[in-house]
């Protein structure tokens, strides 16, 4: 099994013992995202909407530099802190992807990272 290391400065740096990416064979294992500036290393100010939004620009950013698209995600992972954000992260999410949507779950967790409302992972196929 072959495995490689991906890691761009357009997202934000690990904030623990962890690869931002792993390519293994066709997959590309994306680590959660939340919503963190990757040129300042802060967290965004704003409402759920703007969270989302900075979450799915850094997934974009990490299938970039692996020469993906969302057309290649084939599952995702949503954690949220209250389910009461559910209708808003979808609605942001969904505008990412035309055609095919890949495999998914939402679940709430009881906390995230840094306290932030959403964290996405990602699976990707090239």
């Given at each position: 099994?072959?495995?490689?290391?991906?890691?761009?400065?357009?997202?934000p740096e690990p904030i623990g013992p962890y690869s931002q990416g792993i390519q293994s064979g066709p997959f590309l294992f994306l680590s959660g995202q939340i919503a963190i500036n990757p040129g300042t290393n802060e967290l965004v100010e704003g409402d759920i909407v703007v969270e989302s939004?900075?979450?799915?620009?850094?997934?974009?950013?990490?299938?970039?530099?692996?020469?993906c698209t969302f057309e290649n995600v084939v599952k995702t992972s949503i954690f949220l802190s209250d389910m009461s954000y559910f209708a808003q992260v979808n609605e942001v999410y969904g505008s990412y992807f035309s055609g095919t949507f890949p495999a998914r779950e939402t679940v709430a967790v009881l906390g995230l990272p840094k306290n932030v409302n959403v964290e996405i992972s990602v699976i990707a196929a090239k």
């Amino acid at each position: 099994m072959s495995k490689q290391v991906l890691y761009t400065k357009q997202a934000p740096e690990p904030i623990g013992p962890y690869s931002q990416g792993i390519q293994s064979g066709p997959f590309l294992f994306l680590s959660g995202q939340i919503a963190i500036n990757p040129g300042t290393n802060e967290l965004v100010e704003g409402d759920i909407v703007v969270e989302s939004t900075q979450v799915m620009e850094n997934i974009k950013k990490l299938l970039q530099e692996a020469n993906c698209t969302f057309e290649n995600v084939v599952k995702t992972s949503i954690f949220l802190s209250d389910m009461s954000y559910f209708a808003q992260v979808n609605e942001v999410y969904g505008s990412y992807f035309s055609g095919t949507f890949p495999a998914r779950e939402t679940v709430a967790v009881l906390g995230l990272p840094k306290n932030v409302n959403v964290e996405i992972s990602v699976i990707a196929a090239k």
